[in-house]
């Protein structure tokens, strides 16, 4: 039975919205931010000047550096802590659907005000120095967020992307699990593997496509972090996403801010791809 003409052209035109929709508001905008990184508004022609101009500012390499460093410390954690809520939600533990809801909950919740709740925190007098008071650990409060303690700002950035985002990522790994077949995990058990053989041999495996798109889609976010560091810290920890907001509305350079978006949507594009080529199926590989 042969298929009408019409019917052929059905899939595309379900699929025509979206197309639409992703050329003009995401293909579209991302041609212009990277023609107005390399083209001179005067002349309209190609040039590196506002390259030049990027790579050589002062806070270029700290921006870079900080934001690798955030995306390194912050996606392993997630990853990992995302991982074991969804198992354990997945063994439907009593109680695990008011647990579920309780951990999503900072899903709901923006970049600044996750920001506003981390700073209420780690301020000067904030809820860890009133807690360390009142056990006698420190005489008086004292400010963590500072120039000369790198270290915690750091820390409370990570801090705040992996209490904010690790739902997210448990949610995805969630729904993963979900779709794995219970006769692979009988088997495993048939065959003598305890939990953690069953884990690597069996669940990892099969959550391939799940971890792919956790890690895609967290690490563009994690490159793209830039409420939650403006609160916590201003630019005191530079980052790409921040310094391309400063060169847009304090600089008045939508040129050099395009470059830096550039950028990102190479880092992002770049980091994309390699998770698509190590975590893609190997042949003969079952999926869930």
Do not use: C
Not at 82 to 100: C, K
Not at 149 to 166: C, D, K, N, S, Y
Not at 210 to 231: P, Y
Request: positive net charge.
């Amino acid at each position: 039975m042969t298929k009408s003409p019409r019917a052929a052209w059905v899939p595309y035109l379900l699929v025509l919205p979206t197309l639409v929709f992703l050329g003009v508001f995401v293909a579209w905008p991302m041609i212009q931010a990277f023609l107005l990184g390399i083209t001179s508004p005067e002349t309209g022609r190609l040039t590196s000047e506002y390259i030049r101009r990027m790579t050589s500012d002062l806070y270029f390499v700290p921006a870079v550096r900080d934001t690798i460093v955030i995306t390194a410390i912050a996606i392993p954690l997630q990853i990992a802590l995302g991982l074991a809520m969804a198992l354990l939600v997945h063994s439907r533990f009593a109680g695990h659907s008011i647990f579920l809801y309780l951990y999503a909950v900072p899903i709901g919740i923006s970049d600044l005000a996750a920001g506003l709740i981390w700073l209420s925190i780690f301020t000067e007098r904030g809820y860890l120095n009133a807690l360390l008071f009142n056990l006698r650990r420190i005489t008086e409060p004292g400010p963590y967020l500072t120039y000369d303690r790198p270290g915690w700002l750091l820390a409370a950035v990570v801090l705040t992307e992996v209490w904010r985002a690790t739902a997210i990522v448990m949610l995805i790994l969630l729904s993963g699990l979900q779709l794995i077949p219970k006769d692979y995990h009988e088997s495993a058990q048939v065959f003598g593997a305890g939990p953690w053989q069953t884990l690597r041999w069996v669940t990892l495996p099969l959550l391939r496509a799940s971890l792919q798109t956790a890690l895609i889609i967290r690490t563009i976010l994690a490159f793209e972090v830039f409420a939650t560091v403006m609160m916590l810290t201003g630019r005191l920890l530079p980052v790409l996403a921040g310094e391309s907001y400063l060169w847009y509305s304090l600089y008045r350079n939508p040129n050099v801010a395009s470059a830096y978006g550039a950028l990102l949507l190479l880092l992002s594009g770049a980091f994309t791809w390699t998770y698509l080529r190590v975590l893609r199926p190997r042949p003969g590989e079952v999926r869930a």
